[in-house]
């Protein structure tokens, strides 16, 4: 994993209640997860947030990796 990527995220506790966002920004880590997951395109998520930038897009990414590396998180298991 690329740790310059992390240091794009910033946590602090005065700002967005201490939710991970890109450094220097108001803009969630989840949010950005929860467009790409929702089907926006790299494209149009920098056109819809101008301040940032394709390695924010990879930071988020590379910072939600992370997390999942750290703990499991239940999900339905689908029979076959």
Do not use: N, Q
């Amino acid at each position: 994993m690329d740790r310059d990527l992390l240091r794009r995220i910033s946590a602090d506790p005065a700002v967005c209640f201490g939710k991970p966002c890109i450094r220097g920004t108001r803009i969630w880590v989840s949010l950005l997860l929860d467009l790409m997951a929702g089907g926006m395109t790299e494209a149009e998520i920098l056109e819809d947030y101008p301040g940032l930038t394709k390695d924010d897009l990879r930071a988020a990414l590379a910072y939600s990796a992370a997390v999942a590396h750290e703990r499991f998180i239940p999900v339905p298991v689908e029979r076959v």
